[in-house]
């Protein structure tokens, strides 16, 4: 057996950005609510969208849209990446679309390979896995992201959202703050981050229950503490957008690690 092979997965969660690094076996219908990029870390991964499958080690996956994917064995890294898309035009520029709406790379990308293969091997903690893939699996904080610019009404509800994230404050309400009609704010926050208002403020949630189950907490104190309206609906709500339970994670805590991390903010 390769040494690798009897490392624990790695779930990073930083405030923008989440990984899953490791042995994840199969993944359930995703219908994800963040841009997502897919590495094969030792071999090519298989992504089904609709009728069409597509093999590569490289895929980066709109946010809203269901897929099924598999590892077949070996490492994969799954890479939700920010909500202002900054990250998406990162890796969309340096990759083709397919039929399916994917975007594969027509290179391959040894750095990203060889960096997330590092950093399962070393059990990287959550700040020095931040440092290594800045620049190489998002943009780093100063870096210029071609047609990218950041629209600071959707910053603004995207921070409101975040500050409570048990608050189920009206679209109406966030729009008032941002000077937008409502119709309009729904329409600029999908364009902007690839998915409704809704299913964004259901995507944080799940990243609150995470963190805090992280730390100890009890899946129904998460659960609760998130905005959910109890632990069915987040066992609902985690398996169609992060492909297993909660209590799955929570039952292989031997096998996954969850750290939490610090990164930055949206700019």
């Not at 490791?22 to 991964?45: E, K, R, W």
Request: glycine letters at 10%.
């Amino acid at each position: 057996m390769n040494h690798s092979e009897t490392l624990p997965t790695t779930l990073y969660l930083w405030p923008q950005r989440t990984l899953f690094l490791g042995y994840i076996g199969p993944l359930a219908p995703l219908n994800i609510g963040a841009h997502t990029l897919l590495v094969g870390v030792d071999q090519g991964i298989p992504v089904t969208v609709g009728d069409r499958t597509i093999v590569s080690d490289r895929l980066l996956i709109p946010a809203g849209t269901s897929f099924t994917a598999s590892s077949n064995g070996g490492r994969i890294g799954c890479c939700f990446l920010d909500p202002m898309g900054r990250d998406f035009r990162f890796h969309k520029s340096r990759m083709r679309e397919e039929e399916a709406g994917l975007f594969v790379a027509d290179i391959e990308g040894d750095l990203q390979h060889q960096i997330l293969a590092q950093l399962h091997d070393q059990q990287a903690g959550a700040a020095q896995a931040y440092s290594k893939l800045a620049g190489v699996l998002f943009p780093a904080g100063d870096e210029v992201v071609a047609d990218f610019r950041a629209d600071e009404r959707i910053a603004e509800v995207i921070s409101r959202i975040r500050s409570d994230p048990s608050d189920n404050v009206s679209n109406n309400t966030l729009a008032d703050a941002v000077g937008l009609s409502g119709d309009r704010l729904q329409r600029l926050f999908k364009e902007v981050t690839g998915v409704p208002i809704r299913r964004y403020r259901l995507w944080h949630r799940l990243f609150v229950t995470s963190s805090m189950m992280a730390l100890g907490s009890s899946l129904t104190d998460a659960a609760l503490a998130a905005g959910f309206s109890d632990s069915s609906h987040l066992t609902h709500a985690f398996k169609s957008m992060l492909g297993m339970s909660p209590s799955t994670v929570l039952r292989r805590s031997q096998q996954i690690r969850i750290l939490v991390g610090q990164g930055e903010g949206f700019t």
